[in-house]
Each structure stands twice: as C-alpha cells, then as structure tokens.
C-alpha cells in the first residue's frame, strides 16, 4: 500500500477512536472519578506504548535525550496529558459530550493562531474557510446560548482544556520539526 493511503487509514482510526472514546467516557463517567479514570486510562496507556518501545529498541535513543529534550517533553506530557486530557474528562463529568466535543472543536482556531504566531505557518485560505464554516455551525447550534448554574464549571474547564490542547499542539509540533526524536518512532 502507498504511505499516503496508509497514513489517511491511521487518520481515520484515531478519528474512530476519539469519536467513540468520548462516548465510552461518558459512560464510564457514572462509575469512576473524572481525574481517576483519566489518571487510570492514560498510566494503561503509557505501560503498552513502554512495551513497545522496549521492543522497538528505544532504550538507547531515550538515553540520548538531552535535558532540555526532557524539560520540552515533560512540559509537552502536562499539556497535553494532565491538562488536556484532564480537562476533558472534568468537563464531561458536567456537560454532554456533544457541547464538550463542539467546544473542543474551537481549538483549531487557537491552533491555527498560534502557529501563526510561533511557528511561523500562514494558514490557507481553504483553512480559514473550514475554520469560518466550523465557527458559524457552532454558532447557530449554541445559540441562544444557555448554560445553566451547575455547567459553568465544566465550560470553563473546557475552555481552559482548549487552551492546553492548542499549546500542546504547538509543543508538539515545534517537537515534531526538529525531527530530534523520531528515528525510534517510525516503523
């Protein structure tokens, strides 16, 4: 198979799995704490992904690190685990899921921005489009907007899980470019 149909099946799969994961959280929710389930579904997630970089002989490239690859990577890990994924979990602890995934979908625009700014990347004007169209179909669902009493604290972390995810996204990205550590990474 071509490497780009390959990489638009993987796209497709993640979309899978983020599409039904919120649902499933949503579920799991009525059980397990938000910040427990969180912290339990990510420490899985960090012993599978160790698996496999054992085998994939990572050790040494991991000893390679510098100290401010660790700083940078850490950060990165709080962003985007702790603060975005966090911040998921709570803000569907209190709102449904639809609202909490519409709102996330904002974070492109925020991305987009802040690329623009840091990463020096010009967004194209079918970009912008997209962002535009995703904006006033946001728009028209919320409005009137209505939050009742016992969901602002779930908007506001939602927006505050926003905020990380598009840091987090830039971190990653700038990470990503460097092209430092992803010889372990590929196949």
Sequence with gaps: MRPHFISVLQALFVVFLWATSWVFVKIGLHDIPPITFAGLRYFLAFICLSVVLFFKGAKREIRTLTP???TQLILLGIFFYAGTQG????AL???PAVTVNLLWSFSSVIIALFGALWLSEKPTRLQWGGI???VIGAVIYFYPVIITKNQYIGVI???AGILANAISSIM????NRSEKHTRWLSP
């Design 68 to 70: 401010r690859s660790w």
């Design 157 to 159: 972390v939602a927006l």
């Design 132 to 134: 535009t169209l995703a």
């Design 172 to 175: 990653g990205r700038g990470i």
């Design 87 to 90: 911040a998921i979990f709570v």
């Design 93 to 95: 602890a209190y709102l």
